[in-house]
């Protein structure tokens, strides 16, 4: 565990700007049709946990989330070790949550996790087919089972502010007890929409608060792989032609429990109530930019460079759950570089790429690079649309966790492939 001080040094400071903490209310900003200008942060890094050697609470398989409590304790799941540690807002170890298995309090396939306020926490398993819940202490608290075709969401997972209960998007991975080669066979329907969806953690019930925008799915037919896992099972694997550029699905929660989503190729943002009912958009004049050939060469290039040097995510994806693949492996690499080779491409590039909410409020959106795969600038306004600057491509990203106080949380792996999470706080100024 280190502590030491860091600052980004820049033109404009966020309190300076706004005239308040972290976490304060904003004195003064612009409206968002002002044009791009500077702003840049101050940070104290707390401390880092994460080490190739160390105790064996801090030598993490991989982390693919953080958060935090109300009280600025940091979570970390560990995905593929199975567990959540907890350490203090100090970095010091208070307790870990969860471990491999199939009994009460275990986990079997742990996709997800969110995490409340108070501490409590509820992990998305494939294997248990729904929540399994931890209250404030890490003691066991149950597990709700989801039902439904929409089935265990596997991405944009957070809890809902006013509720027992998660919010959801994106894809979702159905429960199915087989697998046929028959085509068409194990499809669902097409939904028109990206379903914004509340799930009780008390009873199950998944309800869709929002259907956000889904452009037409590209025609033409779906690559397909099939043969025998490790275990002797029958698998069929279906790709569906793929697209760059196509507008993803971005949500956030504002303290008050309502919801922001961006959903568009343009920059704006929807926001609703905690019931998914419309409130106001938030716009930027800024237009997206058309996709030439270049940019077409370019994100191809992109995409083989990860696929030869990370393999197959399909393949990890499995592995992950527990799914040995065989000699099936090579077959699907072949088939997404095949699907590279073949990608079909939207007209325009979306131009918001990512969004985060502090707990005090504001809002940070980032904006597609010029450069396929490189990072844009990122936007500080509030839900009253009020704008207080851009922070620059090269300076900070938005943070895998926001915490209170200023906290925020950094995934990072080093040369060695060795994961680790950053802390560090938004430095307040008088």
């Not at 729904?130 to 089935?151: L, N, P, W």
């Not at 097409?190 to 608060?209: C, F, K, M």
């Not at 905690?274 to 030439?292: K, N, S, Y």
């Not at 939207?346 to 502090?358: F, L, Q």
Request: hydrophobic share 40%; glycine share 14%.
């Amino acid at each position: 565990m280190t502590s030491h001080m860091r600052l980004w040094v820049g033109a404009v400071g966020l309190a300076a700007a706004t005239g308040c903490g972290p976490d304060g209310g904003p004195a003064e900003g612009g409206g968002l049709d002002s044009g791009d200008r500077p702003l840049e942060l101050a940070f104290d890094t707390l401390y880092s946990v994460g080490a190739m050697e160390g105790d064996a609470w801090e030598t993490f398989g991989s982390v693919s989330q953080v958060a935090f409590d109300a009280a600025g304790n940091l979570y970390i799941f560990d995905q593929q070790s199975a567990r959540i540690v907890v350490v203090d807002p100090d970095g010091a170890f208070l307790r870990e949550v969860g471990k491999k298995g199939g009994g009460p309090g275990e986990f079997q396939n742990p996709m997800r996790m969110a995490v409340a306020p108070d501490g409590g926490i509820a992990v998305a398993d494939f294997g248990a087919r729904g929540f399994t819940r931890f209250d404030a202490r890490g003691e066991y608290a149950g597990t709700v089972r989801i039902e439904g075709e929409r089935g265990l969401p596997t991405s944009g997972l957070a809890m809902h502010r006013t509720e027992p209960a998660v919010l959801a998007h994106g894809a979702g991975m159905v429960f199915r007890t087989s697998m046929s080669a028959a085509a068409g066979s194990d499809r669902m329907e097409a939904s028109t929409g990206i379903p914004v969806r509340r799930i009780s953690l008390e009873t199950g019930q998944d309800t869709v608060l929002h259907d956000a925008w889904r452009p037409p799915p590209p025609e033409g037919p779906e690559d397909e792989v099939s043969g025998t896992n490790a275990s002797g099972g029958r698998m069929v694997i279906r790709m569906a032609p793929q697209v760059a550029f196509q507008p993803d699905v971005h949500l956030g929660v504002l303290p008050d429990g309502r919801l922001i989503v961006a959903d568009s190729t343009t920059y704006t943002i929807d926001i609703l109530d905690a019931d998914g009912r419309f409130e106001t958009t938030l716009e930027r004049p800024i237009q997206p930019e058309a996709v030439t050939d270049d940019i077409r060469e370019k994100e191809k290039a992109r995409r083989l460079a990860l696929l030869d040097e990370g393999g197959s995510r399909m393949s990890m994806l499995f592995s992950g759950r527990g799914v040995s693949m065989g000699g099936m492996q090579e077959q699907i690499e072949e088939m997404q570089r095949k699907q590279i080779e073949t990608l079909l491409f939207a007209d325009v590039v979306p131009v918001i790429s990512g969004i985060g909410v502090e707990w005090g409020g504001r809002i940070w959106v980032e904006r597609t690079a010029a450069e396929p795969g490189e990072p844009g600038p990122i936007d500080v306004i509030d839900a009253d649309g009020r704008y207080f600057g851009t922070i620059a491509a090269e300076g900070p990203r938005i943070p895998a966790a926001f915490g209170p106080d200023g906290l925020i949380a950094y995934i990072e792996r080093d040369e060695l492939d060795v994961p680790s999470v950053r802390t560090l706080r938004i430095r307040p100024v008088d």
